[in-house]
């Protein structure tokens, strides 16, 4: 039975379809990429993985709890076994990072202050971070951010890990750093991995399946291999990064004509 | 015709839904608030009641004080200078002491929390919910209420009736002071008057009012926080919001319990 389910996902914002009839399963211990371009609906997607909104229609089931129906208290039970780092990482300003990492462990735990200082001490050397506790999330490098944020993701030592643009804003090196932290901890912790991102080589280095969205529509779900000799012309437009039409030169040529003659006339 | 009637039913159902977000969120936050109270709830939690206490009572010392000061003397010299003509100056006693006590002490500390606090916490809560830490705060199964506005309530509940109580003291020595210059009234004399003039229920009321005060600042501004939409720009908006929704709505309820006490308390 996959740990996550989606059926027939329908979202809109507004009488504005984003996502239209989505289904996917996602499988114990794999790495999901859930691929697309700005605006695919792939954020959007996320935050019904993670209950913080209803849908139209369908259903997310989550550890089998239809997490789309569920009642606030079934929904914060599922929720302890997600893990999640955001995309500007979401750390609090005025708790110190250590502090950042114990809080969910303080809340949810009846442990020792003493064991609670430990766990946070492992989940912090795990991520790079073991010297850093004591600095303020404001005082870290965006790269550091992330990884703090993937330390806090994994306070209560999750199944579902999930990952919102982990590598965006980051430079090259730092985000290979990052891809392989990812990979690491999958191997460490045998977690559930869901990534959302539009970085192809991080995509292609973490990933077990690739689901590439666009326009709220799955195009294509896959193994990396699969995604890769896909012919599915939107997959190869985003593989080989091929402008829309309207970004081409003679569109846009055209554009400036009309433009210089509504101007003349 | 049908236009403008559109447009008072419209505004009319998002009055309603604004009434009615604020009277849930403050169940929320009570049925919340026993994680944040000292010994027997979360004590992560009670820290942070403390802080927002110094936040929202320490801090806010110095300016509570002196605008209460400012306003005794302001109090004092209008009334004398009617009463003067009277030969009734000594009643600026009963005035300054009544009027704070029952009036001026709440409503001016609830005008400068408002703008202080009220503000800050719009400012903070908008700001997470822009950096998505308010999602972060669910996802990890904490309720943003619970966790970031019962703390905030909880300090506003103990801390405004605290700086009334400061700002009724500073307002009445300031009328002491006004006085001793004015007619060189001992200033002995002077406190024996104000506590022959002030009775319990005066101070029983001006509690009162600080109470409701709090409740009205804490979930107003905690609800422009929770309810801004899109990237900081909206963030200012709230803050506006909260600081003129809060004063606004402090004033009406003081008229209204002004009102039920001058009707309901035998004179």
């Not at chain 1, 909104?53 to 302890?80: N, Q, T, Y």
């Not at chain 2, 009434?19 to 979360?42: E, H, K």
């Not at chain 2, 009205?216 to 919001?241: M, N």
Request: hydrophobic share 50%; glycine share 8%.
């Amino acid at each position: 039975m996959p740990i996550i389910s989606i059926r027939d996902l329908v979202v809109e914002y507004d009488g504005r379809r984003v996502l239209d009839g989505l289904s996917l399963d996602i499988e114990h211990g794999e790495t999901m990429v859930l691929l697309g371009g700005s605006g695919s609906g792939k954020s959007t997607l996320l935050r019904q993985i993670l209950g913080l909104e209803r849908p139209k229609a369908g259903s997310v089931f989550v550890k089998g709890v239809d997490i789309s129906r569920s009642s606030a208290a079934e929904l914060k039970k599922v929720r302890r076994s997600i893990g999640v780092a955001f995309q500007s990482a979401a750390l609090f300003n005025s708790l110190s990072v250590e502090d950042n990492v114990a809080l969910t462990l303080r809340e949810h735990t009846k442990l020792a202050p003493s064991i609670i200082e430990l766990m946070v001490w492992m989940k912090l050397a795990v991520v790079g971070l073991a010297e850093f506790g004591k600095l303020h999330p404001q005082e870290l490098s965006g790269g550091m951010k992330k990884r703090a944020a993937v330390a806090r993701a994994l306070a209560l030592s999750p199944e579902i890990l999930v990952l919102d643009e982990p590598s965006a804003g980051l430079d090259p090196i730092v985000a290979a750093d990052l891809d392989e932290l990812i990979v690491l901890l999958k191997e460490v912790f045998q977690v559930t991995v869901i990534v959302v991102t539009h970085e192809l080589p991080s995509a292609f280095r973490i990933a077990d399946r690739i689901a590439m969205l666009y326009k709220g529509s799955f195009r294509a779900v896959g193994t990396k291999d699969e995604i890769r000799g896909s012919q599915d012309p939107r997959v190869r437009q985003f593989l080989d990064r091929i402008p829309d039409e309207m970004a081409k030169a003679p569109a846009v040529a055209a554009y400036f004509g009309k433009y210089l003659q509504a101007q003349e006339a | 015709m049908a236009n403008v009637l559109e447009e008072v039913g419209k505004s009319t159902l998002d009055h309603l839904d604004y009434v009615g977000s604020v009277n849930i969120q403050w169940w929320t936050t009570l049925r919340a608030m026993g994680n944040a109270l000292p010994f027997v709830g979360n004590r992560y939690r009670w820290k942070e009641s403390v802080r927002q206490m110094l936040q929202i009572g320490v801090d806010a010392l110095p300016m509570v004080s002196l605008m209460a000061i400012c306003t005794g003397f302001i109090l004092a010299m209008q009334g004398a200078s009617e009463l003067r003509r009277f030969g009734a100056i000594n009643y600026v006693i009963d005035l300054v002491a009544v009027g704070f006590t029952r009036e001026l002490g709440p409503l001016l500390t609830a005008i400068a929390v408002s703008g202080r606090s009220g503000s800050a916490f719009a400012a903070e809560i908008g700001t997470m919910k822009v950096t998505e830490e308010l999602d972060s705060l669910r996802v990890m199964a904490l309720e943003p209420i619970e966790f970031v506005l019962a703390p905030k309530y909880l300090a506003a509940l103990i801390t405004v009736p605290c700086l009334s109580i400061v700002s009724n003291v500073c307002g009445i020595l300031a009328g002491g002071l006004f006085m001793f210059f004015s007619t060189h009234l001992s200033p002995m004399l002077y406190m024996h008057e104000v506590f022959e003039s002030i009775q319990l229920r005066d101070v029983i009321t001006g509690l009162i009012k600080s109470v409701a005060f709090a409740t009205i600042i804490a979930q107003v501004s905690c609800l422009e926080g929770f309810r801004v939409r899109g990237g900081p720009d909206s963030v200012g908006r709230s803050t506006t919001s909260a600081v003129v929704k809060s004063t606004f709505l402090v004033i009406v309820s003081d008229a209204v319990f002004t009102a039920i006490f001058y009707f309901t308390v035998k004179h």
